[in-house]
């Protein structure tokens, strides 16, 4: 099993920054793909950002040139630093990981943490 547990979330005005960090823990070898989703009340899942082990990325439209994904294969952390933040990046924010080299859909994944809610006021 994999253990994830995401910090960093919190109030921030528009416009501000914040960083997301999450540590992986337990059975990590073999793990491929990293990332980050986000979901907003009332909305579905959604990705924000994936690293695979080689270090591609992958982000979502509404969050290029604000949003970078960061990973630590010898700490086993996965980063997520957010800038130029809006109301509209207002969500909880969840960690997931893979054994497989590459999964975008939210379902695909096998390990998720328990996330953190990002607000930013307007």
């Known amino acids: 099993q994999v253990q994830l547990v995401e910090s960093g979330g919190g109030l921030v005005q528009a416009g501000g920054s914040l960083r997301l960090s999450c540590a992986a823990s337990g059975r990590l070898v073999g793990i491929g793909v990293m990332g980050w989703y986000r979901q907003a009340p009332g909305k579905e899942r959604e990705l924000v950002a994936l690293?695979?082990?080689?270090?591609?990325?992958n982000y979502a439209d509404s969050v290029k040139g604000r949003f970078t994904i960061f990973r630590d294969n010898f700490k086993n952390t996965v980063d997520l630093e957010m800038n130029s933040l809006k109301p509209e990046d207002t969500a909880v924010y969840y960690c997931?990981?893979?054994?497989?080299?590459?999964?975008?859909?939210?379902?695909?994944?096998?390990?998720w943490g328990q996330g953190t809610q990002v607000t930013v006021s307007s």
């Open positions: 997931a990981a893979d054994r497989r080299l590459l999964c975008v859909l939210s379902r695909e994944y096998d390990y």
């Open positions: 690293i695979t082990s080689l270090g591609n990325t």
